[in-house]
């Protein structure tokens, strides 16, 4: 809401924005990132939600309404700019408890021990870039901070990465940087967490796990790559827990999710990047935030018409407040991810299904009936106001028509728009008749993928990596 | 395998680095918006040529923790933080992590909670923020429930903050301990309990002017213009006496039970000796009240000597007569005021309030609004000997604030 108040003020227009109390905090600071640290804002008391009319009314008339006006009238004093170190700087010198202890203290680790991210260390991560080291990125909200081809060897080395995995970080940080991705929307109350998904040969060379325990900790690439992530968004875009980061419950950051790119090529099947354009051996990185999900266990049947019941019954039971994301919120942009283990693959493609076919079975039967799916957007979660039914927003244009061709509030929706919205992986234990589903946070983490670019020599570089 | 003795070993090297470093917090407040005050204070301090003496002012790292390296790192400290301009110029206690933690712990409030925001320079008041300076000034970690206390008191409006901080008038907050909180914190109540000698009293008070000056940036002479201050400003902080009291408590009479501890606050100009009774407060009380008070209005406050208190409840007489009676007697003529500095040369135009006008139409004109406008405290030795007090105060609004002080385990 603050970036709009930001655009608004850019053009010259006074304005207030009207934040919870709680949210005060994270509106101040993500005003800075903003570039206007002064932004007016305006305090609700409490959390709307909770309140009646009546205590709604009160609250606004009593403090916010002053502030609105106060926030209208008066002009924001001026922007004054915040020191920090420079990029390059040495900000400590000890022993590696005085510096893990320094750097947690400051905020700017995860709380387990960081690996010191000294001068020497740092570049023999950039010598797996082609870039230089000041190389821009892109700039991130809600810090604004610049993202460099040095800062994101910096938090690789804290984060115990290997220097020859920087081609991966740099891809990540770019995908991190795309306006697609949304980026910007990390430190939102559902708390979602990213997934790294990653396609290649780059897997077997830098000794990705893509087979049992897939999503693990215990394999230093999925492991460190996946703490790097969420370190470059505490220390270059800036979400910290209590201040821009309001995730009200959040979850601890993913390993990187590898797919078995063997068990691919024998039944034929693309791989994950291949929906994103890319082609098979390409080194690919993809990310999308999901809140949540779950196994699902011993899918049983020998063919995938046993089989598939089952898994469009767990897309369904994953998918709840999620629907927002099909219509709602940014329509169309539930894309959630269903990983299959190598057997379950092997055996659909077997019987002669392609990926594609799988998705569309899926599309066609994972269904709800419409009154739920309007229970979900309207009723429980009040995320669509103003009592419309599904068939008029379609008629609208509000939704798509897939949700417009009846009134029957029984008749039977999708959960996406289209079949291609549901996204299929491979990896995991390749015996185990096993899959899981993770829920999708729409627009709020979009689906961006990104090729890893390798340095030149990078055979030879790889071959004198530690 | 790691044999049983071998597990706590400890890194020698790394127990003697620690030994000689003290990894400090940082006392001064940085706004919502994540500006330091100190860069604003620092354009202030140079306008007003105080850079000789305050040497390093915003020169600091702008992160939440430091390493001071020793051999000396106490005394390094001390010195860096007077050069920043984060100390009242008596050396401070260095707000290390575990000391500051203690403290955090024995407030039982969590550290990023936010209390407001701290006039005039606005800086985030934190728990964590309260609990550096607390350490600074010296208090035990048990004191932290009353700084708390009075770090909200602070806050509310109608404590007026802001004024308080730049007026060119030497005000300052008076704190009030009603409850048996004090004895356990040994905040003495009696002789000599305006200071000096008793810790609660002492680093309690300063704790908070502390909070003051490094998180509202009440810096003397670059943005508190206060004509000469007051040695209030270092500490202004007592308990009432529960025993010698003869009347109800401070606490009951503000609506609280007699179980509550309870931080009163409000603002005093300066502590006005009052050898004597009753009559002799209202003769101070008439002359030592500024028509600068009378034009705001405000709480002022009596502190009554427990041998004074006996005589008047033996004679019957309740607080609230003592009040009434403060009140009645405490006015001057009309003539006095009128020739007092204000009235007569700055504010010959101004609307006086009604009850100063009525004052002057009957040729009396009292201290204060109403005999509720008088804070009664008893505290003192305990001797036959009426060593008494007037606190005349400054400023709008009229103010009195009670806070009740969390209960902890500590």
Redesign the interface.
């Known amino acids: 809401m603050l970036r709009a108040s930001a655009a608004v003020e850019a053009a010259g227009i006074p304005s207030s924005s009207l934040v919870c109390d709680g949210f005060?905090?994270q509106g101040?600071?993500t005003?800075?990132g903003l570039g206007l640290?002064?932004l007016p804002m305006a305090a609700v008391p409490g959390h709307v939600d909770t309140q009646t009319d009546n205590e709604l009314r009160d609250n606004l008339t009593s403090v916010t309404l002053r502030a609105v006006i106060e926030n209208l009238t008066a002009a924001p004093p001026a922007a004054?700019m915040?020191?920090?170190?420079g990029p390059q700087d040495v900000?400590?010198d000890?022993?590696?408890?005085?510096i893990n202890?320094?750097f947690y203290?400051?905020?700017w680790s995860d709380g387990l021990p960081i690996v010191p991210p000294s001068r020497e260390k740092v570049e023999r991560f950039l010598a797996f870039t082609d870039l230089p080291a000041e190389h821009e990125i892109g700039k991130m909200a809600p810090d604004n901070r610049q993202a460099t081809v040095w800062n994101v060897a910096v938090n690789g080395v804290m984060a115990g990465c290997r220097p020859q995995y920087m081609p991966v970080l740099v891809a990540l940080a770019e995908a991190m940087c795309d306006p697609g991705y949304g980026v910007e929307h990390s430190g939102n109350t559902p708390g979602a967490e990213t997934l790294i998904t990653i396609n290649g040969p780059i897997i077997k060379e830098l000794e990705f796990n893509y087979e049992q325990g897939a999503l693990r900790d215990g394999f230093q690439a999925n492991t460190a790559i996946g703490r790097w992530w969420r370190l470059y968004l505490r220390n270059v875009a800036g979400f910290l827990p209590?201040q821009t980061d309001k995730g009200t419950f959040g979850n601890t950051w993913r390993v990187v999710l590898a797919e078995n790119e063997d068990v691919l090529a024998k039944i034929g099947w693309p791989p994950h990047a291949a929906d994103f354009g890319h082609g098979r051996g390409d080194n690919v990185v993809t990310i999308s935030r999901f809140t949540g999900g779950d196994v699902i266990a011993s899918v049983f049947g020998q063919k995938p018409e046993d089989m598939l019941p089952y898994l469009a019954d767990a897309l369904i039971s994953q998918t709840g407040w999620q629907l927002i994301f099909t219509v709602g919120m940014a329509d169309g942009s539930y894309n959630p991810l269903l990983v299959l283990s190598p057997i379950l693959a092997e055996t659909m493609a077997k019987a002669g299904w392609s990926k594609d076919d799988v998705r569309q079975w899926l599309f066609e039967n994972a269904r709800i009936p419409a009154r739920k799916f309007e229970q979900y957007i309207v009723e429980y979660t009040n995320f669509y106001s103003g009592g419309r039914s599904m068939f008029e927003l379609a008629q609208l244009g509000k939704a798509n028509e897939l949700y417009g061709t009846s009134q029957d509030p029984d008749r039977l929706v999708p959960l996406v728009c289209n079949p291609m919205d549901i996204q299929i992986a491979v990896s995991g234990d390749p015996g185990r008749t096993n899959a899981q589903v993770f829920s999708h946070n729409g627009i709020l983490g979009f689906p961006t993928a990104r090729a890893i670019r390798l340095p030149n020599d990078w055979q030879n570089k790889l071959a004198g990596a530690e | 395998m790691i044999g049983k003795t071998s597990w706590p070993v400890l890194?020698e090297?790394?127990r003697v680095?620690?030994a000689d470093?003290l990894?400090v917090l940082l006392p001064t407040g940085q706004?919502?918006?994540?500006?330091?005050i100190d860069?604003t204070l620092r354009a202030r301090a140079e306008e007003q040529g105080l850079l000789d003496r305050l040497t390093q002012v915003a020169a600091f790292?702008?992160?939440?923790?430091e390493?001071v390296r020793g051999p000396n790192a106490g005394a390094e400290v001390n010195e860096t933080f007077y050069r920043r301009g984060w100390t009242d110029g008596l050396p401070i206690v260095p707000p290390t992590?575990n000391r500051v933690d203690g403290m955090l712990r024995a407030g039982g409030q969590p550290r990023?909670q936010?209390l407001g925001e701290a006039e005039p320079l606005k800086g985030v008041v934190t728990v964590e923020k309260v609990a550096v300076n607390a350490v600074m000034a010296g208090c035990e970690d048990a004191h932290m429930p009353v700084v708390l206390a009075a770090a909200a008191a602070l806050l509310e409006p109608e404590f007026n903050l802001r004024g308080v901080q730049t007026t060119d008038e030497n005000v300052t907050p008076l704190l009030v301990l009603s409850g048996r909180l004090a004895k356990t914190l040994q905040m003495n109540s009696r002789f000599g309990a305006l200071g000096p000698g008793w810790r609660a009293n002492a680093a309690i008070g300063r704790a908070v002017r502390l909070i003051m000056h490094n998180l509202g940036g009440g810096w003397p002479a670059a943005v508190a213009f206060a004509g000469l201050g007051q040695p209030g400003r270092y500490s202004l902080c007592l308990a009432e006496d529960d025993e010698f009291n003869p009347w109800e408590s401070l606490r009951e009479e503000l609506g609280f039970t007699v179980d509550d501890d309870v931080l009163v606050v409000q603002r005093a100009e300066s502590v006005v000796n009052v050898t004597g009774g009753l009559d002799d407060l209202a003769s101070v009380m008439a002359s030592a009240t500024s028509a600068f008070s009378r034009m705001h209005g405000g709480q002022v406050a009596v502190i009554i000597a427990p041998y004074v208190a006996k005589m008047l409840a033996d004679e019957g007489k309740s607080k609230a007569y003592v009040k009434a009676y403060l009140h009645e007697h405490g006015q001057c003529g009309a003539a006095e005021f009128e020739k007092s500095w204000l009235p007569a040369r700055l504010a010959s135009q101004t609307k006086w309030p009604r009850w100063v006008r009525d004052g002057v139409a009957r040729d009396s004109v009292p201290a204060v609004e109403s005999p509720d406008h008088i804070t009664v405290i008893v505290a003192g030795g305990d001797i036959p000997i009426p060593q008494c007090a007037y606190l005349p105060t400054w400023g709008f609004p009229p103010c009195r604030i009670a806070k009740k002080i969390r209960k902890t385990s500590v």
Request: glycine letters at 8%.
């Open positions: 005060l905090g101040a600071t005003a800075v640290p002064n004054v915040i020191p920090e170190p900000v400590m000890g022993s590696f408890e005085e202890r320094f203290e400051n905020g209590h | 890194n090297r790394c680095s620690e470093s990894w706004r919502a918006s994540g500006e330091w860069d790292p702008r992160q939440r923790v390493v992590t990023h936010v």
